[in-house]
């Protein structure tokens, strides 16, 4: 028997929870510039409660051949990558009116 969500009650297979928060929220991207000089690109608002903040992370990293993080809510990304972050997360399921690039 396969196991139930917690949250919906469905299936784990049929479990929906995670692609109604992808739609709920409402990411920033932007570019900072850290220690002697090296740009990182920042990913905000992305609810670590409903969506896996480490897999997310860990997908950005393989796609953009990148070091990051994922600490306190947000995703570092080594490097600009702000349009390409953007067209990744449409890709993995998050509405592209929600993200913001500045």
Same mark, same amino acid.
């Given at each position: 028997?396969?196991?139930?969500?917690?949250?919906?009650?469905?299936?784990?297979?049929?479990?929906?929870?995670?692609?109604?928060?992808?739609?709920?929220?409402?990411?920033?991207?932007?570019?900072? @510039?850290? !220690?002697?000089?090296?740009?990182? =690109?920042?990913?905000? +608002?992305?609810? $670590?409660? #409903?969506? /896996?903040?480490?897999?997310?992370?860990?997908?950005? @990293?393989? !796609?953009?051949?990148?070091?990051? =993080?994922?600490?306190? +809510?947000?995703? $570092?990304? #080594?490097? /600009?990558?702000?349009?390409?972050?953007?067209?990744?997360?449409?890709?993995?399921?998050?509405?592209?009116?929600?993200?913001?690039?500045?």
């Amino acid at each position: 028997m396969s196991e139930i969500c917690t949250i919906c009650g469905l299936p784990k297979e049929l479990c929906v929870c995670e692609n109604i928060a992808k739609e709920a929220q409402q990411i920033k991207i932007s570019a900072i @510039k850290k !220690k002697f000089g090296k740009k990182y =690109t920042l990913i905000e +608002g992305i609810d $670590e409660k #409903q969506i /896996d903040l480490r897999d997310t992370c860990k997908k950005l @990293k393989a !796609k953009l051949a990148c070091g990051g =993080t994922a600490k306190k +809510g947000n995703i $570092e990304l #080594q490097g /600009d990558h702000k349009h390409k972050v953007k067209e990744i997360l449409t890709n993995m399921g998050f509405p592209q009116e929600t993200i913001s690039v500045q």
